[in-house]
């Protein structure tokens, strides 16, 4: 039996919590002003219509998500429908225990509605603040994801790995929410073991598709794919799919890249480097009207296949947060629904619209856990 809700693809924003200067102003926010703007975005967010909100783990300056749970956890207080995520929480780093707890903890306060992308992170600095080796991040992602799994999947724990000291009879409390722990994404930009990773144990698998051209993550996706089907979990076509992409609208084409540039021109992250130009033909940014945005994400479907789950990045390089709220309007009223539609229209048979929802899983735990017809009569034959 197939548990997969019959709903909409996914749409959502996801950010990385960067305080960045405005380069128009030459302000930048203070923390608690970013902070409770990430908060105001995300019920924006539900607001117009956008299914998921997530936010990326950082531990130094110039970002301020540090404490997941507690972000996410107070947002999900603030809506009613909205799916909270990371948008990284690092796997690397965290350890296994604590995040069984925290994000068990966190399905319970949402009522599920939550679900995690685990990852490496893009800083190496920050293996050595939590006492790690950073080259040893495959081998840490690996183990402890397994011992994560463990925790979450088993009531009592033996353990014993290479990076942290043994468990022994131990139990991770609270236990997930209806014996079903939130859905994990892998995400990664670069390795191939990643995507091995989501591969193996059926897990959905998130390419931020922002700084790289399309060929680089076809690469990543297809290698997810066949090892999916590889594992036995389906079908390639079948296997969940995550994908970023960064826009900036207004709905003069020209408006918008004059009103842009100056914060492209001096992003940290890709400031001083290729023009605004190069960067939109190389890379999925789009900087234009909102049909152009449209044009461009629906592309996304040709070159990936059918996936489940579309988010942007809008906050980032000092844009103003009336910018951003702006965007979400128009991203919410414009662009959403007619993606929603068009992707729908010309999803292939048999391939799932949106991730497995809470429901759904447990939906599917049950079916799974339940007799086959006639067994129970046929044991007390």
Do not use: C
């Not at 197939?2 to 203070?30: K, L, N, Y």
């Not at 991040?137 to 690996?142: A, N, S």
């Not at 193996?200 to 999916?228: C, M, Q, S, V």
């Not at 709220?325 to 992707?343: A, I, K, N, W």
């Amino acid at each position: 039996m197939d548990f997969q809700e019959e709903q909409d693809m996914q749409f959502g924003i996801f950010s990385v919590g960067d305080i960045t200067p405005d380069p128009t102003t030459g302000r930048a926010p203070s923390e608690h002003e970013r902070i409770k703007a990430l908060v105001t975005i995300a019920e924006h967010a539900e607001q117009v219509g956008l299914d998921v909100f997530a936010v990326g783990e950082h531990h130094n300056p110039p970002f301020v998500p540090s404490a997941m749970t507690t972000l996410l956890g107070w947002i999900a207080a603030r809506t009613s429908r909205l799916t909270v995520s990371t948008s990284i929480a690092h796997i690397t780093t965290n350890d296994p225990v604590r995040m069984a707890e925290d994000y068990a903890m966190l399905q319970h306060l949402s009522d599920g509605r939550v679900d995690l992308v685990l990852g490496r992170g893009n800083d190496g600095r920050l293996y050595p603040w939590f006492g790690q080796d950073p080259r040893r991040g495959v081998e840490l992602t690996v183990e402890n994801y397994q011992l994560l799994r463990r925790l979450w999947d088993e009531e009592v724990v033996d353990w014993q790995g290479e990076f942290r000291t043994p468990l022994q009879g131990f139990t991770s409390t609270p236990r997930p929410l209806d014996g079903v722990p939130p859905f994990v994404w892998h995400g990664s930009i670069r390795t191939p073991q990643v995507a091995e990773i989501a591969a193996y144990f059926g897990d959905g698998y998130f390419a931020n598709n922002i700084f790289w051209p399309k060929e680089h993550y076809i690469r990543l996706i297809t290698l997810y794919r066949e090892r999916y089907a590889h594992y036995g979990h389906g079908a390639p076509e079948q296997a969940i799919v995550g994908l970023g992409g960064q826009v900036f609208m207004r709905r003069n084409s020209q408006d918008a890249v004059r009103e842009f540039r100056p914060y492209f021109d001096n992003a940290p992250v890709y400031g001083h480097g290729p023009s605004l130009e190069e960067f939109t033909r190389q890379t999925p940014l789009t900087v234009g009207s909102p049909e152009q945005v449209i044009e461009k994400t629906l592309t996304f479907q040709e070159f990936f296949g059918d996936y489940q789950r579309q988010m942007f990045l809008m906050d980032h390089a000092g844009l103003p947060l009336k910018t951003v709220l702006e965007q979400l309007d128009l991203l919410g009223e414009e662009v959403v629904p007619v993606l929603r539609e068009e992707f729908e229209a010309r999803r292939a048979a048999g391939v799932p619209s949106d991730p497995p929802s809470h429901a759904a899983r447990v939906a599917a735990r049950a079916q799974a856990a339940a007799p086959v017809d006639g067994a129970a009569d046929g044991a007390l034959a």
